[in-house]
């Protein structure tokens, strides 16, 4: 099963079919959250036989492949890693890792600090938690794989938990992905807005489809559908203001124009999808940054281009920051280097070095939802707008050349911004 997770990961995440947990009977208004409703508990997978290493792991700089350091619930005793500093400073790893003894480790490499810096959704957000800005009162849509619904970072924001018809087989055991995005988007120390209602709705492969290529995205657009009929039921002061989907659609796509009818529908619900095709439902530009292990999360400074596309960037290609958006017109937020819920145990995180937009995009749907808990009415273009107008741009070094970097997401100056309107 484990063949499942690792093709869906980051970037190509499959649909959902017809039913996704039965019709919602409209009610009068109220100010009190219905009961929360949860299909299924899908039980922790193993991942002990994921990668197995007899030698020590080997990173090549040139290899476009994220998982070339695959480290999670490896059982790594037996290897003399003292000269692999390099390869594990790129490695992937869990709560189910097992090191080697202090003396056959490098001296400069600390797993435990880094999944513990991993956690910290980084830019100040946890300040802004202190300060009693923690998404409370907003709702989150979430539509993506298989969730171990009982992770501690996260259960207790489950409002909704449903299962679309095309969960089975492989299908029912819990993903790589939905514990990533859920706690990344609402998880207790590793969420953006630790206090946000989660409304979840988990998708198989829609009647067989295995890559990109031949996704039918009218079985998304049913989802999007399924999120809206639940909103409309919600009190007005607890509504979904966004929705997750770690995915991207063009105009040639098929199903292309049931999606864009059902992103309609969300957009007059008052949520903003927040997908891949971000340029194409909204005109608007992201991407994700890299940030190495061990440096502070906090610190723009700290950050660079995400891992899969900083060399097109320091060779000076011209980037097509989705469809054409450039660099100063382009939102950039946490990728690399994160710790999530992982799916082998509830108690349990992964650390993955190198991230994708998947990552990115319930980042933002978690900085939407603080945003809206400060200014209710806010609009996804006010929101982009002055993120952009609040963001930081600094300066990097790289192979004895300085870059201009940014704009960078500052999330105390966004609030600020929203506040004093």
Not at 25 to 52: A, C, F
Not at 318 to 339: A, E, H, K, Y
Not at 370 to 392: C, H, S
Request: proline share 6%; with cysteine.
């Amino acid at each position: 099963m484990q063949k499942i997770s690792r093709i869906t990961v980051f970037f190509v995440l499959t649909i959902i079919m017809i039913s996704c947990g039965g019709p919602i009977t409209e009610k009068p208004p109220t100010t009190e959250l219905p009961n929360t409703k949860i299909t299924r508990h899908p039980e922790p997978v193993d991942y002990s036989d994921l990668s197995i290493y007899t030698e020590h792991p080997v990173y090549d700089p040139n290899s476009t492949d994220p998982w070339q350091v695959d480290l999670r619930s490896s059982d790594l005793t037996k290897l003399d890693l003292s000269y692999s500093q390099e390869a594990l400073s790129y490695a992937t790893f869990d709560s189910k890792t097992k090191w080697p003894t202090a003396g056959k480790m490098p001296a400069g490499f600390n797993w435990q600090e880094i999944m513990e810096l991993g956690k910290d959704p980084g830019l100040g957000i946890r300040s802004l938690h202190d300060a009693g800005i923690t998404g409370k009162d907003v709702g989150i849509a979430i539509i993506d794989q298989t969730l171990l619904v009982d992770h501690i970072e996260y259960k207790d924001n489950i409002r909704v938990y449903e299962e679309c018809d095309d969960i089975t087989g492989g299908w029912l055991e819990v993903q790589m992905h939905g514990p990533a995005v859920a706690s990344i988007a609402v998880g207790k120390t590793t969420g953006v807005a630790p206090d946000a209602d989660l409304y979840y709705i988990a998708t198989g492969d829609c009647g067989g489809s295995t890559g990109i290529e031949d996704l039918d995205f009218s079985c998304r657009a049913k989802a999007i559908q399924r999120i809206v009929e639940i909103n409309k039921n919600l009190p007005a002061n607890k509504k979904i203001r966004v929705l997750s989907m770690s995915i991207g659609w063009v105009p040639e796509s098929k199903g292309y124009n049931e999606i864009k009818a059902a992103l309609n529908e969300a957009k007059k619900e008052g949520i903003f999808v927040i997908s891949s095709s971000l340029d194409l439902t909204y005109g608007l530009h992201f991407q994700g940054l890299g940030r190495t292990p061990l440096n502070d999360p906090n610190q723009p400074k700290s950050y660079s281009p995400g891992l899969w596309w900083e060399k097109d960037f320091f060779d000076g290609m011209r980037l097509n920051f989705q469809s054409g958006g450039t660099l100063r017109q382009t939102l950039l937020v946490p990728m690399d280097s994160r710790t999530t819920a992982s799916p082998t145990g509830v108690n349990d995180y992964a650390f993955y070095r190198q991230g994708g937009w998947s990552w990115s995009i319930p980042y933002l749907a978690g900085i939407y939802a603080l945003t809206a808990q400060v200014k209710p009415d806010i609009t996804p273009e006010e929101f982009w707008e002055t993120a952009l107008n609040t963001g930081e741009t600094i300066q990097i070094q790289h192979a004895d050349k300085e870059y201009e970097f940014g704009v960078i997401l500052n999330p105390q100056a966004l609030i600020d911004a929203l506040k004093s309107k």
